[in-house]
């Protein structure tokens, strides 16, 4: 075909990284051979279908089938497979070097907020503005479902503000606290 | 003497709503249901042949009503009530209020109720029954002398329990004298604030005990039934997640010995209908009563696998008033079950409640699979009620393949819009120990690590990698590639998404 000698002249070989729960895996998207890619330098044929639902995925990949469900959420996807999850980030090459670079140049958020992961209300607070914390103390308790849920800091650092006040009702996403992470140089 | 049935209501919401709606609808039994505001669409509410709304979404200002209950009780003419678990099940002012008004309570009478509600109360019954209790006090310590000599007698460690108490709130344990006196003040004060009592006693603490429970049925007419033990001993904060029957350590003798104590515990109270004694298991295999739950339980459905007996029918049945349709030596033991509750909350998040709407819910089925769910796809779950989504159920002709199916019946299950602990099922069922049957209540404290989540599914990483890119592309910026324009012929979705594939292809 006509178009795809075309496209071989200024389009090649596209190599994208897909990071699973912490683990790189590199895929290679030849455009002049459409059923075939590499997978971490293995080339293998492949054959995706979709449900009614689009994220309900079927896919053989040499002739390995496997079906799996796929939803995109804040971070990338988040795919559902055999009683397993998965996170997902899917970045081309381009982005990755780039989110490297920014990152090598020291590229630091300064604040951290901490937001209600679900709807509930504010229970206790259990710090204070200009407090210092560990990563993992608990910061304050929101009640949700009749349980009470400690909502622990992810970071060492400071208490810059708290959003909240206790037995205030609270929604899914909702800012509770920010705290400004300890600079990394200051860990011993 | 007994009545007939025509029609009952079921106050209570979800799975066990539904699992009772489908009883009484086997039984030629009119059901009516009630709901709140969120439940306007739940399955409960969908599947009953009448429907009454009773309030607001938190269940204080609806499922927790008496009056409103009985108000629709009284207006769709029901002669009966089955409260379900959880709720006023176990209120033993509804279960008065319910008789004062004409109707049939489907369960215990209301003393029998309430004085297995306390548990001093409970701890002084069974012993004089003859039942065994764990050592320790049987009535509430308010002098610290008492509590002190107490300890000592019976050795530490020992624990702090609230009278009125369940769900591991108002408890405490003391390995050291000096701390004692500290941990009960801090249990009255927990008691007082989630059970409106102060009262708190103490008893010898069990290190590794297995949490053993067994059903039993008791008529009007004096007959009393068990049938089989339950094994709960998966627990995470104190909740029970994995159940199974029977139990790898009990013996057809202890089975024997056990069901006898679980008959005399409900004869102690004067108990009818379907309830659960249960005991806690030492290493050397003593058991001690722990305490009667007067309704049916979540976990009911292992139960009636390995003996074919619907306990809601048979609830329904002794609310008739008819004699027991079974002897003891009738009831049989057959195979193996599992259950799994199927809970939506993040796992990796310590087990963190996770709300949302279910936007795809494809259970499994196929041999030996049987799901109670009262939620479909679509449904909602809220901050209101507790983050159950349905229970799955699995028998095998042994526990090996009990085992072998559940974890295959787990890897079928396809449900998101929110975060299971369906991951967190698969790691127990997985685990070599909980294989063995070496296993007690610290299980998941011992023997879960979140760590495992993330390692176990890696060799499907790098399949899931290939279809994580491909559906990135064509969901986005080859998102322009829409579905073919309507040709007026039905083609299945699926072909249609091949289509879409191919095209997809030949597009570069």
Not at chain 2, 63 to 88: E, M, T
Not at chain 2, 181 to 210: C, Q, W
Not at chain 2, 294 to 313: A, C, F, S, Y
Request: net charge negative; aromatic share 6%; glycine share 8%.
């Amino acid at each position: 075909m006509l178009r795809g000698v075309l496209t071989r002249q200024h389009d090649e070989i596209m190599t994208y990284i897909i990071t699973i729960n912490g683990r790189p895996y590199e895929v290679e998207l030849d455009e002049s051979s459409p059923s075939n890619i590499r997978l971490n330098g293995e080339q293998m044929t492949f054959d995706m279908r979709q449900g009614v639902h689009p994220q309900n995925v079927s896919l053989i990949l040499d002739n390995q089938s496997l079906m799996f469900w796929i939803e995109k959420n804040e971070e990338g996807y988040h795919a559902h497979c055999q009683g397993r999850d998965f996170n997902i980030v899917v970045e081309d090459e381009k982005t990755r070097q780039l989110r490297s670079v920014l990152k090598a140049g020291g590229e630091k958020s300064t604040v951290s907020s901490i937001k209600a992961s679900m709807p509930g209300m504010v229970v206790r607070i259990l710090v204070q503005p200009g407090d210092r914390v560990r990563k993992g103390q608990g910061l304050l308790i929101v009640e949700a479902m009749k349980m009470e849920n400690e909502i622990k800091s992810p970071l060492n650092g400071t208490v810059k503000q708290i959003r909240v006040a206790p037995l205030e009702a609270v929604e899914k996403g909702e800012m509770l606290l920010i705290l400004e992470p300890e600079s990394t140089g200051d860990e011993k | 003497m007994s009545t007939h049935l025509k029609k009952v209501l079921v106050a209570n919401r979800a799975e066990i709503a539904v699992r009772v709606i489908r009883a009484l609808r086997e039984l030629g039994i009119t059901s009516v249901a009630v709901y709140s505001d969120v439940d306007r669409v739940a399955l409960h509410t969908r599947l009953a042949d009448e429907a009454y709304y009773i309030g607001p979404p938190p269940a204080i200002d609806s499922y927790l009503r008496i009056d409103r209950i009985l108000d629709v009780a009284r207006k769709a003419k029901v002669d009966a009530i089955h409260p379900g678990y959880g709720f006023l099940a176990e209120n033993p002012e509804f279960a008065r209020q319910v008789e004062n008004a004409g109707l049939i309570f489907i369960g215990p009478p209301a003393d029998a109720i309430e004085a297995m509600g306390s548990k001093t109360r409970a701890r002084q019954m069974m012993k004089e029954a003859g039942v065994r209790v764990i050592p320790g006090a049987m009535e509430g310590i308010t002098d610290d002398k008492t509590a002190l000599d107490m300890a000592k007698q019976i050795g530490y460690p020992v624990l702090v329990k609230a009278a009125m108490g369940g769900g591991g709130k108002g408890m405490r344990v003391v390995s050291d004298p000096k701390d004692l006196i500290h941990s009960m003040e801090a249990a009255r004060r927990e008691s007082k604030s989630a059970f409106g009592d102060a009262t708190v006693y103490l008893e010898k603490y069990l290190e590794n005990p297995r949490h053993i429970e067994f059903q039993i049925l008791a008529d009007h007419h004096g007959n009393v039934i068990h049938l089989n033990e339950r094994e709960c001993s998966i627990q995470r904060r104190h909740q029970k997640v994995i159940e199974e029957a029977p139990s790898v350590i009990v013996t057809p003798e202890i089975r024997r010995e056990m069901g006898e104590a679980a008959k005399q515990a409900a004869q102690a109270c004067g108990y009818r209908n379907a309830g659960t004694v249960e005991f806690l298991m030492d290493k050397h295999r003593n058991y001690y009563f722990l305490e009667m739950n007067t309704r049916l339980q979540v976990e009911h459905p292992v139960t009636e696998m390995t003996t074919g007996i619907d306990l809601v029918k048979e609830q329904i049945a002794i609310a008739e008033g008819h004699p027991l349709r079974f002897k003891q030596r009738e009831i049989p033991l057959r195979g193996h079950a599992i259950e799994c509750r199927i809970y939506a909350e993040d796992v990796l998040a310590g087990f963190l409640p996770s709300t949302g709407r279910i936007t795809y819910l494809n259970p499994p089925d196929g041999p030996g699979i049987r799901e109670d769910t009262g939620i479909n796809e679509g449904g909602e779950i809220t901050i209101h009620y507790d983050p159950m989504i349905s229970k799955l159920i699995v028998w095998g002709s042994d526990r090996h393949e009990a085992i072998e199916r559940m974890i295959r019946a787990l890897r079928e299950y396809h449900l998101t819009g929110v975060k299971t602990t369906i991951p967190f099922c698969l790691a127990v069922l997985e685990n070599e120990k909980f294989r063995k049957g070496e296993f007690d209540t610290h299980f998941v404290d011992q023997e879960f690590h979140s760590t495992y989540l993330e390692e176990t599914g890696k060799q499907l990483e790098p399949a899931i990698a290939v279809g994580a890119l491909l559906y990135h592309l064509r969901m986005t910026q080859r998102g322009s590639l829409k579905p073919p324009p309507e040709t007026g012929v039905q083609i299945s979705p699926w072909k249609m998404q091949g289509r879409r594939a191919s095209m997809d292809r030949l597009s570069t």
